[in-house]
């Protein structure tokens, strides 16, 4: 039976937002304070109209004790009607203030209870804002050595938190993307309902970098037949399984074992060659690989020129069509361009 996109309340469990956690020891604190905040600001006002109030018949002479205690039965709504305001003003003020101090006072004392009642709220909430927002968005399934580095990657290169999604269903990892500020949606990406709550259909990209390769084709395949035109990377323990891999839709693999061996074995025959590898592969310091726009002040420039400023051209990106350094006839950049060049990490 086909799936409709837009998951119903049953799929809330699965999705989660970055929050701030707090101790419960600073969350007791809070509330203490919040609540003994409202009975002091009650206690001032009762016994600053002290001359409004009747004690066992007798008005006035109320003391800081009978206004504590009458703040005490008041916010808590006890009542024992003992101490009863009768001037209009101080009437007034039990309406205007102490009401809603009694109901602040109440929803302190029973804060947790009503915490619990409303985090499905504000989850529902949260989620369908998040879903009537979200678009070409990155989905990263998988979050282990290299979901997250895919993550920090995507952070250090610009990439908005609220534009990442990660699919997991292991706890730790979701608790680590959550701390990262990333939305989580708790699952196996290989189940359907799972990539519809990721908002399958309005994202962009997808990396796959699960730790099993059969893993990995299940999910391309239920990926590309959910999102036909999405643009798919996935992780490749072994070469062998690439062929597998793009043959089940994905648009670019990485061998990650041999892509390691290689980088190892180049470290030692070329020790330099391989810590300038290390270095472009560590983003955000030292040197860097982006692929950018062709800025206004470099129209009609060469790729010479871009070089001469500190960039190494390495390809050309017009039209689609990938002109590299070694085999490109461009002469002159335009409008639309794209440079995929070396660079100073950092640098606009």
Known sequence: MAKQFGGGSDMLTRLRFPSRPFSPLRSIGVRLTIALGALVVAAILVFAEGDCYR????????????????????????????ITPVCESARLVNVVVLT?????????????????????????FRAHRWRKRVNAHTII?????????????????GIPRDHIVIVTPDHTALAEASKMGLVVVEG????????????????????IATNADDTS???????????????????ARES????????????????????????????????IAGALMEDLLDTGRG????????????????????????????????????????????RGLQVGDELVVIRHAGKD
């Open 55 to 82: 004690d066992n018949g007798e008005m006035g002479g109320i003391t800081w004790i009978d206004a504590l205690y009458y703040a005490t039965v008041s916010l808590s709504t006890t009542g024992y009607g003992d």
């Open 100 to 124: 809603p101090l009694r109901f602040i006072f109440l929803i302190v004392l029973v804060g947790t209870t009503v915490e619990v009642l409303t985090k499905r709220s504000r989850q529902e």
């Open 141 to 157: 399934i998988g979050f282990g050595v290299k979901g997250r580095a895919a993550a920090k990657t995507l952070l250090d290169s």
């Open 188 to 207: 196996d990406a290989r189940r359907e309902e799972v990539l519809i709550e990721a908002e399958i259909h309005k994202a962009a990209n997808v990396i």
């Open 217 to 235: 084709v299940l999910v391309t395949l239920t990926t590309r037949r959910l999102a036909p035109s999405i643009n798919i990377v996935a992780a």
């Open 240 to 271: 062998q399984n690439a062929v597998v891999l793009r043959q089940s839709g994905a648009n670019s693999i990485v061998p990650t074992a041999e892509s390691a061996g290689h980088l190892l074995g180049l470290s030692i025959a070329s020790p």
């Open 287 to 330: 040197l860097e690989v982006i692929q950018r726009a062709v800025a206004e002040v470099e129209l009609g420039s060469l790729p010479a020129d871009i070089d001469r400023s500190g960039q190494i051209v390495l390809a050309i990106v017009r039209g689609g069509n990938v002109h590299r350094f070694d085999t490109s006839d461009i």
